[in-house]
């Protein structure tokens, strides 16, 4: 054996270094492929095991049909139309930003910036969800349809796939209280997505009313059908075949909303409204359920949920009339000398006052140095409670609001609901203002006067209500004391027209009212209409409603500027400047069953331009309730046909007079401007 020389190594030795690198080498080809299988396998799984698929098998999503939405009677108000749009698959969109989508940019004629915005959509979609078809024009027109279908072959990932689009036959008719759609937001995909919902990009989901309220039911479920395709996405007819009885998993219709509103009550709501802006409220004063209701000017859902452009949206913005605000709700105002209900029933709970109190009016009511006016300057002379109701004398309620203060008052309004949210939820809704000491003296400058309680008690200064929370005001008077939650959904239907879900009527409170004061209230209430002299007693008169059918009433006439010195009529004023002319009331007086509120935004006077409204829907309630009673039933599933004339229109010549609308401080949000004392911003004419 030769012995080892120093600087040589063994044959031994060489072999177990080479089996060292050896191992080292497969260790790090072992790691990397351990690498590229969890990436492909785990990280970048679906995309190709779609990938793979997708060359053989497709999935097709069927749209469920959204529930439609019809009136109490079943004729339809919103269904679905027949529609077209225009997807891109990025996985099989070949040459995409260099072909397909300057092709489509052509054959649809975009503009250099929707061009752009296609291709950041797309190009997103392909790094996230590949295989997603992306909507690139949603209702395509008759043309745009032709266009495509004649290129297909050159517009590989291109789809143009039925899409059934809303459709408000109501136009702009209850407006506020269906809503619209438009498309989802990205970070409404994934909030709702992971909420379980099954969205996808380009949807549409509901905004605002019902269709915001009702979403989940309404929309469905989408079902899916499986389809054989090649590797650029055209589907291989003569193999679908082949995948079996499983390939369609058929869609599930959405529930169908049945409301309490008549559309034969509310055409005669429209009809009858002469106001520009403004709102009625109709409502089943035993039940809380709504029956008609008008928010003028509304828009038109078909435009929001459609293709609105920037210009159209803008236009809406710079609306001085705020189409898109909910009169009925969303909006508050001082009510003027309808609120005198509550001021009386507080002044008999109070203990002061009794029906038979009587004050001198003189034509206003003096408070240390200053004068609160009376609606008629000559004065109404000696007035018990059911007179002072009847003429609406403002001396009365001065004089009980500088007896008893401002809380008793503000309590009794709040146990009514004021001051808070009705909870209708169908629509947005502010809570109004019902002032107090306590609030004057943390809102308004100085704090709390004796003044202002003068002012709350006509229902001016900081007195804001809505014309939903007055209906349930004068339906609690009519049904002694229960206020009810507002609804206008009955119940939702299944296909078939089967009951899913049914909604009953919901008592929120019940306020103590003593019998003989609300019997005394009441028949003031009645004098107002059936009484000569009664601020609503003329348009009674002319309503064509029942002679034995008694009516009880309240108009307000509610301040927006200054009185001034001199008195200006309706039509020497700026449309910004004018009165709020409203009405609330119920029929028949001796069993109640509806109740109604008209407000005429900056109409004038109540007993003249919100009364006549008022009483012709009365009329039409009862004329309804007796044909309906003698004739069969319609045929039920009948879509709406439109027929009331162009609502009326604001005349640019009433804005003449003042080149900036004065500042409507009882808007939601803004701050809250203290009532004056001077005496001049105090009376209502009615």
């Not at 309808?338 to 009016?361: D, H, M, S, W, Y």
Request: proline residues 8%.
């Amino acid at each position: 054996m030769t012995p080892p020389t120093i600087g040589n190594t063994t044959p031994g030795r060489d072999l177990k270094r080479r089996f060292l690198w050896l191992g080292l080498a497969m260790s790090l080809g072992m790691v990397a492929l351990a690498i590229q299988l969890y990436r492909l396998q785990l990280i970048r799984h679906e995309e190709y095991a779609a990938k793979s698929v997708a060359n053989f098998v497709k999935e097709v999503r069927l749209r469920a049909d959204r529930g439609v939405i019809k009136d109490a009677r079943g004729t339809i108000l919103v269904d679905s139309r027949p529609s077209f749009d225009a997807f891109v698959t990025p996985a099989f969109c070949t040459d995409c930003f260099e072909q397909v989508i300057p092709r489509l940019g052509e054959l649809l004629q975009w503009d250099p910036e929707q061009r752009k915005k296609i291709e950041d959509l797309v190009r997103s979609s392909r790094r996230n969800a590949p295989f997603m078809p992306v909507p690139v024009r949603v209702d395509l027109t008759r043309d745009e349809y032709d266009r495509l279908n004649a290129r297909r072959d050159i517009l590989d990932g291109v789809e143009v796939v039925p899409v059934p689009h809303r459709n408000y036959r109501a136009d702009m008719v209850l407006s506020h209280v269906l809503g619209y759609m438009n498309e989802i937001t990205q970070e409404e995909l994934e909030r709702l997505n992971g909420d379980g919902a099954k969205y996808a990009l380009g949807d549409y989901i509901g905004r605002r009313g019902l269709e915001r309220y009702f979403e989940s039911k309404l929309r469905g479920q989408d079902g899916v059908r499986k389809e054989v395709v090649n590797a650029r996405g055209q589907t291989i007819e003569e193999l679908n075949d082949k995948l079996g009885e499983h390939s369609v998993i058929p869609p599930t219709a959405g529930s169908n909303v049945v409301l309490s509103l008549d559309m034969r009550l509310q055409e005669e709501a429209e009809r009858a409204f002469p106001g520009v802006t403004g709102a009625v409220v109709a409502i089943d004063v035993n039940t809380g359920f709504i029956k008609a209701l008008v928010s003028r000017p509304g828009f038109d859902p078909n435009l929001l949920t459609g293709r609105v452009t920037p210009s159209q949206m803008a236009t809406l913005a710079r609306d001085p009339l705020h189409p898109m605000i909910n009169r009925v709700a969303a909006e508050h105002y001082s009510p003027g000398s309808t609120f005198k209900v509550i001021t009386q029933l507080a002044a008999f709970k109070a203990g002061v006052f009794r029906p038979e109190t009587v004050v001198n009016c003189t034509g206003g009511y003096r408070l240390g140095a200053r004068v609160w006016r009376c609606h008629k300057d000559s004065g109404h002379g000696p007035m018990d409670g059911k007179a002072a109701m009847k003429a609406s004398c403002d001396a009365w309620f001065y004089k009980v609001a500088d007896t008893i203060g401002l809380d008793p008052i503000a309590e009794m309004g709040k146990s009514l609901g004021l001051g808070r949210p009705t909870g209708i939820g169908v629509v947005a809704e502010v809570p109004g203002i019902m002032p107090s000491t306590a609030y004057h003296d943390k809102a308004s400058p100085g704090g709390y006067t004796k003044g202002m309680a003068l002012n709350s008690a006509i229902g001016q200064g900081d007195d804001n209500v809505t014309p939903l929370q007055l209906a349930l005001v004068y339906a609690a008077v009519a049904n002694g004391g229960k206020l009810y939650k507002p609804q206008m959904v009955h119940r939702l239907e299944n296909l078939d027209g089967q009951i899913i879900e049914e909604f009953k009527p919901e008592v929120v409170s019940r306020v103590d009212m003593n019998p003989a004061h609300l019997k005394a209230i009441v028949e003031g209430l009645i004098a107002v209409a059936q009484e000569p002299g009664g601020t609503a007693y003329r348009a009674r008169m002319k309503s064509g409603l029942p002679p034995q059918m008694p009516i009880a009433a309240k108009t307000g006439t509610a301040q927006v500027a200054r009185i001034g010195a001199v008195r200006l009529k309706t039509h020497q004023m700026s449309y910004f400047e004018r009165d709020h002319a409203w009405f609330a009331g119920f029929a028949p007086a001796d069993k109640p069953e509806l109740a109604v509120v008209v407000l005429n935004e900056h109409g004038g006077h109540g007993g003249v331009d919100a009364a006549p409204t008022a009483m012709a829907v009365m009329r039409k309630y009862f004329e309804l309730k007796a044909q309906d009673a003698t004739s069969p039933p319609p045929r039920a599933n009948q879509p709406y046909t439109p027929s009331l004339p162009p609502a009326p229109s604001l005349d640019a010549s009433a804005l003449t007079r003042a080149v900036v609308p004065p500042p409507r401080v009882n808007l939601p949000g803004e701050p809250i401007q203290p009532p004056s004392e001077t005496g001049d911003d105090s009376a209502t004419a009615d």
